[in-house]
């Protein structure tokens, strides 16, 4: 076959080849958390490995800068060159780490977050320090090379690999906002929730009939059940490929609604996947944006709709049906239900008004952290005070419900959480943006009528994919760059409107 | 490291290495199988394609031979020799078929089986014709290359990938013997039933619980629940790796018996896998000996075992707890049900007695096929007059539930068939070789004591793995070569007795 782009052509099949690849590593991985019996993991993992070796080899091939160049050459259509810049990134940022420090910092992370299982039940911090300090010291060696091959700061070449583009000079600007009105406006939430009366709802909740329940919502949400499953693991997640999604949940029988609203996060991350262009899957410009538009797309389903006054309206009848009637389930309560602010230590449990600050507080963290300029050891003081700061809560000692929480600093996943917040505000930017063209849109919410919130998402976030940078997709989609005053304005609108 | 089996030990890291990606391989073939949506097909083959190819490249590597012949002169254990041997005999197989040929057979035969799959149901011979003489040429040529590589017959040498050392001329004396005496054998087995009076079981059986029930029997047939599940599939098969065993059944309503003797039969295919040589695993020394052994193994489980007399009265009062009370759950009822003998069309709903006679016709088809000596036109008068011949039905005009009822010959697995009654066989001599050993087997098994049968397996077939050929194997686990004498007495025994 001729062509005017050999080039171009030759690393669209490489990467291609790649994602196929990749694909089988994504159905594994979900079959692990999904499926694998314990006597499984060794060997699982071993095999993993195997792929992930390869595919480190078939990104970092030595030929590829050339091939790169000579496709930079070719009269190519701006969505190749679009690709190009995609293909371009991957492999420049594969090369920048040396496979024996990609293999030492998988044994020390794998060390350290096997031993926070039992350290974090047992809230021992000391024990824990003693693996974490060669995992942050590992982190800011990957992040010093990372630095120096992209002219980033350390925190900001690790956070660029999740949030290609996001400084955190902008991260500052945007959650320093954030920082000046958020504790404020959690005391007046709090304090006006307290008059509310809300009705509990009775349990048990038999399990078999949530899964009927959630699998109703997910389809009436839009996702493809053709091209996709919904299970069961203990942490939930979205994986797969889009041709097969695969979200998982959990369920307990005492609750419905973790296992409800848990199923319309994944469902919006589900359905991004779902719809990115398929003419040009297993490219990277066909990959989802970021972690944070990702999350973006979570919460424009569990927060911007499924947190909506008009989607509890919709789902009453459901919870009816699956359930039996019961006085919780009116509206009006189902939604304030829906709607509770508590501050509380657990970022995973937190509502759209607190999530924040666990999130500034571990960005004001980490950043210093990995820059340096802090020690580990320094850690527990400091989420102490930020604690006290930002939610009137005191953590003094309870290391297990404070900076042994989270899986991402034993795994020295530095420079993610930011995207948890970015997407809120990315989500809040995205529903003022809807309102704009569609007055009438919570009127059609409030009529079960979703198809306008997943028309403007398809059009302007899931069919874009990578073609445009953040910033670029951010002003196509909504006027402007990320702007925190939307999320301000909807979290006042909501709880204090 | 220094050893001094330096190409022995670099052999042997070749080999875990495409085993592992051989594990990613399995598990992604189980999801397909069990999980997949429709829509998520064209790019899990794109993948698994993909993941072939490199296996392939892995396998055929050049350098191969030469390291091949670099270890056999270094100083090595029996085992490692054994290990060594099943090395070569992979690499050597693999290399007589070229690239182009293997792809062209995988488009060949995916034509023919996705139109077989509407053809088989509208009765359609002549359209399927079209699509199967070149599934047949390319076997043909495919067998070609393999007999010049290695001296065998054509027919023979697709058949030894299956069946390593079984030649069609064993095959022919094996089941030569067997056409002399069953067909009277089958006349006076159903003569004899015919006067039993014997009660159905009276349904609907619910799903929920037959899938309880077959857990139990899993668990009490010894499979280990850590290491491997029993999920739902379109067609029953056992897959996975012998870490992560991956069972699989279908269920209906108004019977129970498929299911569970399905499930009992895998069961002996998964305890097979469970029990290969940990300490080897990865290497090809370590894998099941043949597909007749294997099947051996599930009939071993099935037939030897589950169609027992004292297999149904241990399991009677386990229908009674899954289902509730009923006549036909009598321990001798049951088993008459077990062991219910009836002429029919389709192999795979044939009973122990008859199936013998599906198989015998189709290697009596299928050998002249590939040797050139019949052509795909005759198959359907060949099939017509060997069915009157063993079973006395008429076939005639009906290619759906004769040349048409297997998905073996649109796939081109020519050389398979005779694994299944060889299967049967070598279960026949197992039993009668433990019986020499413990002569309270019958006994022990009516009280619910297996573990006397899965003590011999475990020691004489599951550790041996391809330790042996398969003559020594045999011999040394039941004093001589397959021998069908131990099958005849089996089924005299048990249905004329």
Known sequence: MSTATPSYDDLAAHFLRMHRFGHLGSIVSWDRAANMPPKGNDARAASMAELAALLHRLRTEPTLGDRLSRAEQEPLSDEQRANLREMRREWFLSTALPEALVEKRQLITARCEHAWRSQRPANDWAGFLENWRPVVAIAREEAALLADKTGLSKYDALMDRFEPGMTSAQVSRVFGAVRQWLPGLIDRVVERQAK????EPVGPFPIAQQQVLCRKVVAMLGFDFEAGRLDTSTHPFSGGVPEDVRMTTRYREDQFLPALM???????????????????LGQPVSEARSM????SQSLSFEMQLGSHPGFAKVIAPMLVEAFGEQPAFEPGNLWRLMTR??????????DEVTYPA????????????????????????LWDAKMIELMHLDTRGNFKDGPLQDVHWPEALFGYFPCYSLGAMYAAQ????????MPDLDARIGRGDFAPVFDWLR???????????????????????????FFKAHLEARYLG
């Open 459 to 485: 059009q302007n976030i899931w069919r874009q994919a990578s073609r445009w940078s953040t910033d670029e997709l951010t002003i196509r989609a909504s006027g402007e760059v990320l702007n925190p005053a």
């Open 262 to 280: 848990g199923t319309v996060h994944e469902t919006g991350h589900g359905r991004y996947e779902q719809n990115r262009p398929r003419e040009l």
């Open 292 to 295: 944070a538009i990702h999350e």
């Open 430 to 437: 995205w529903a003022a943006a809807m309102r704009r063209v």
């Open 341 to 350: 602010v508590k501050r509380g230590l657990i970022r995973v449990d937190a």
């Open 358 to 381: 666990h999130v500034m507080l571990r960005f004001e963290i980490e950043r210093p952290l990995i820059e340096g300029e802090i020690q580990p050891e320094d850690v527990p003081s």
């Open 196 to 199: 509310d009366a809300v009705i």
